[in-house]
């Protein structure tokens, strides 16, 4: 084996902790809603954030270790249909320790191969992983206009620690 | 000069793909917005959507043209002031273009590297374009709500090409 490493656009640390960094601004937004609105409030017929919040749920974890275990299965939100804020935010907790446990284990040459993931989206891994983050945004990105038209001011985008 | 070439999270015509994808869905919710609401709706006091477009034109091209340059100069919207859909959307395929040109001509070696972006955002370089993708998204996804508020199906998230 040779041991040269050739300059990288981004290494997996760096994708896990950039992901990391949005699961935590997420969390931020979920805390930001009252209880009520979580479960209540929405805008134009969408869901409310809590139901966006438990297809995340079912996302990022399990679909991270369906890839590392390459067994693909269906999509389900049956493991995390939750009706408190304090659930949501413990499962949150409890889905990014998972999240990075399994990132951990998927060695860098599998992320150019292809997964069926949930049985029905055949890509190459590192773009499923990118959807995961995208589509966290792209929810929480409603979220913020959720918040807004609440009058309550939503956590700053950058903020990620 | 070794040749061997190590495994990759994502390697720089990966990135840039991915990033061109964002920028055709964006485009597709700039043109979904009728003329009079693209420039006149909102929601909680946001911005509408045409500034929201006006902001990302303003980060994405001008932005890797200082990256590559090596130049840091300040934040501004006004060479993109736009009053029409359709200069918006002249403007957004001008700048696709000069985000590949410029994006083309970054060295891989200076992913890592700091650089301060407008002045005043000094970040690894590959943390300043992952922030132009997800203020993308996170913006677009402002604008599905604005959307949807309005009565209007938004295109398909996956949607890329």
């Known amino acids: 084996m040779d041991t040269v490493t050739s300059a990288q656009v981004i290494n997996k640390e760096g994708l896990l902790k950039h992901w990391q960094g949005h699961r935590n601004l997420t969390r931020r937004v979920i ?3 009252p209880e009520k609105e979580l479960f209540g409030f929405s ?6 954030f809590s139901q966006l919040a438990m297809e995340l749920l079912s996302i990022g974890g ?12 269906p999509y389900s939100e049956e ?3 939750l009706s408190t804020k304090e659930q949501i935010l413990a499962r949150w907790d409890e889905q990014t ?8 284990q998927l060695p ?9 993931l949930f049985g029905q989206y055949a890509f190459p ?23 807004r038209a609440l009058g ?6 950058w903020e990620r620690d």
Do not use: C, W
């Not at 320790?97 to 951990?104: G, K, L, Q, R």
């Not at 860098?108 to 069926?116: H, M, Y």
């Not at 995208?134 to 206009?145: F, K, S, T």
């Open 31 to 33: 805390e930001a809603f």
């Open 43 to 48: 805008i134009g017929g969408m869901r409310p």
């Open 62 to 73: 399990p679909a991270m270790e369906s890839i590392v275990k390459n067994e693909s299965s």
């Open 79 to 81: 493991a995390f249909l």
């Open 97 to 104: 320790a998972v999240i990075a446990t399994y990132f951990n």
């Open 108 to 116: 860098t040459e599998r992320f150019s191969e292809s997964f069926n």
């Open 125 to 147: 891994i590192i773009e499923n992983i990118f959807y995961f983050i995208d589509n966290e945004i792209h929810h929480r990105g409603q979220g913020y206009v959720y918040l």
């Open 152 to 157: 309550i001011e939503p956590p700053m985008f």
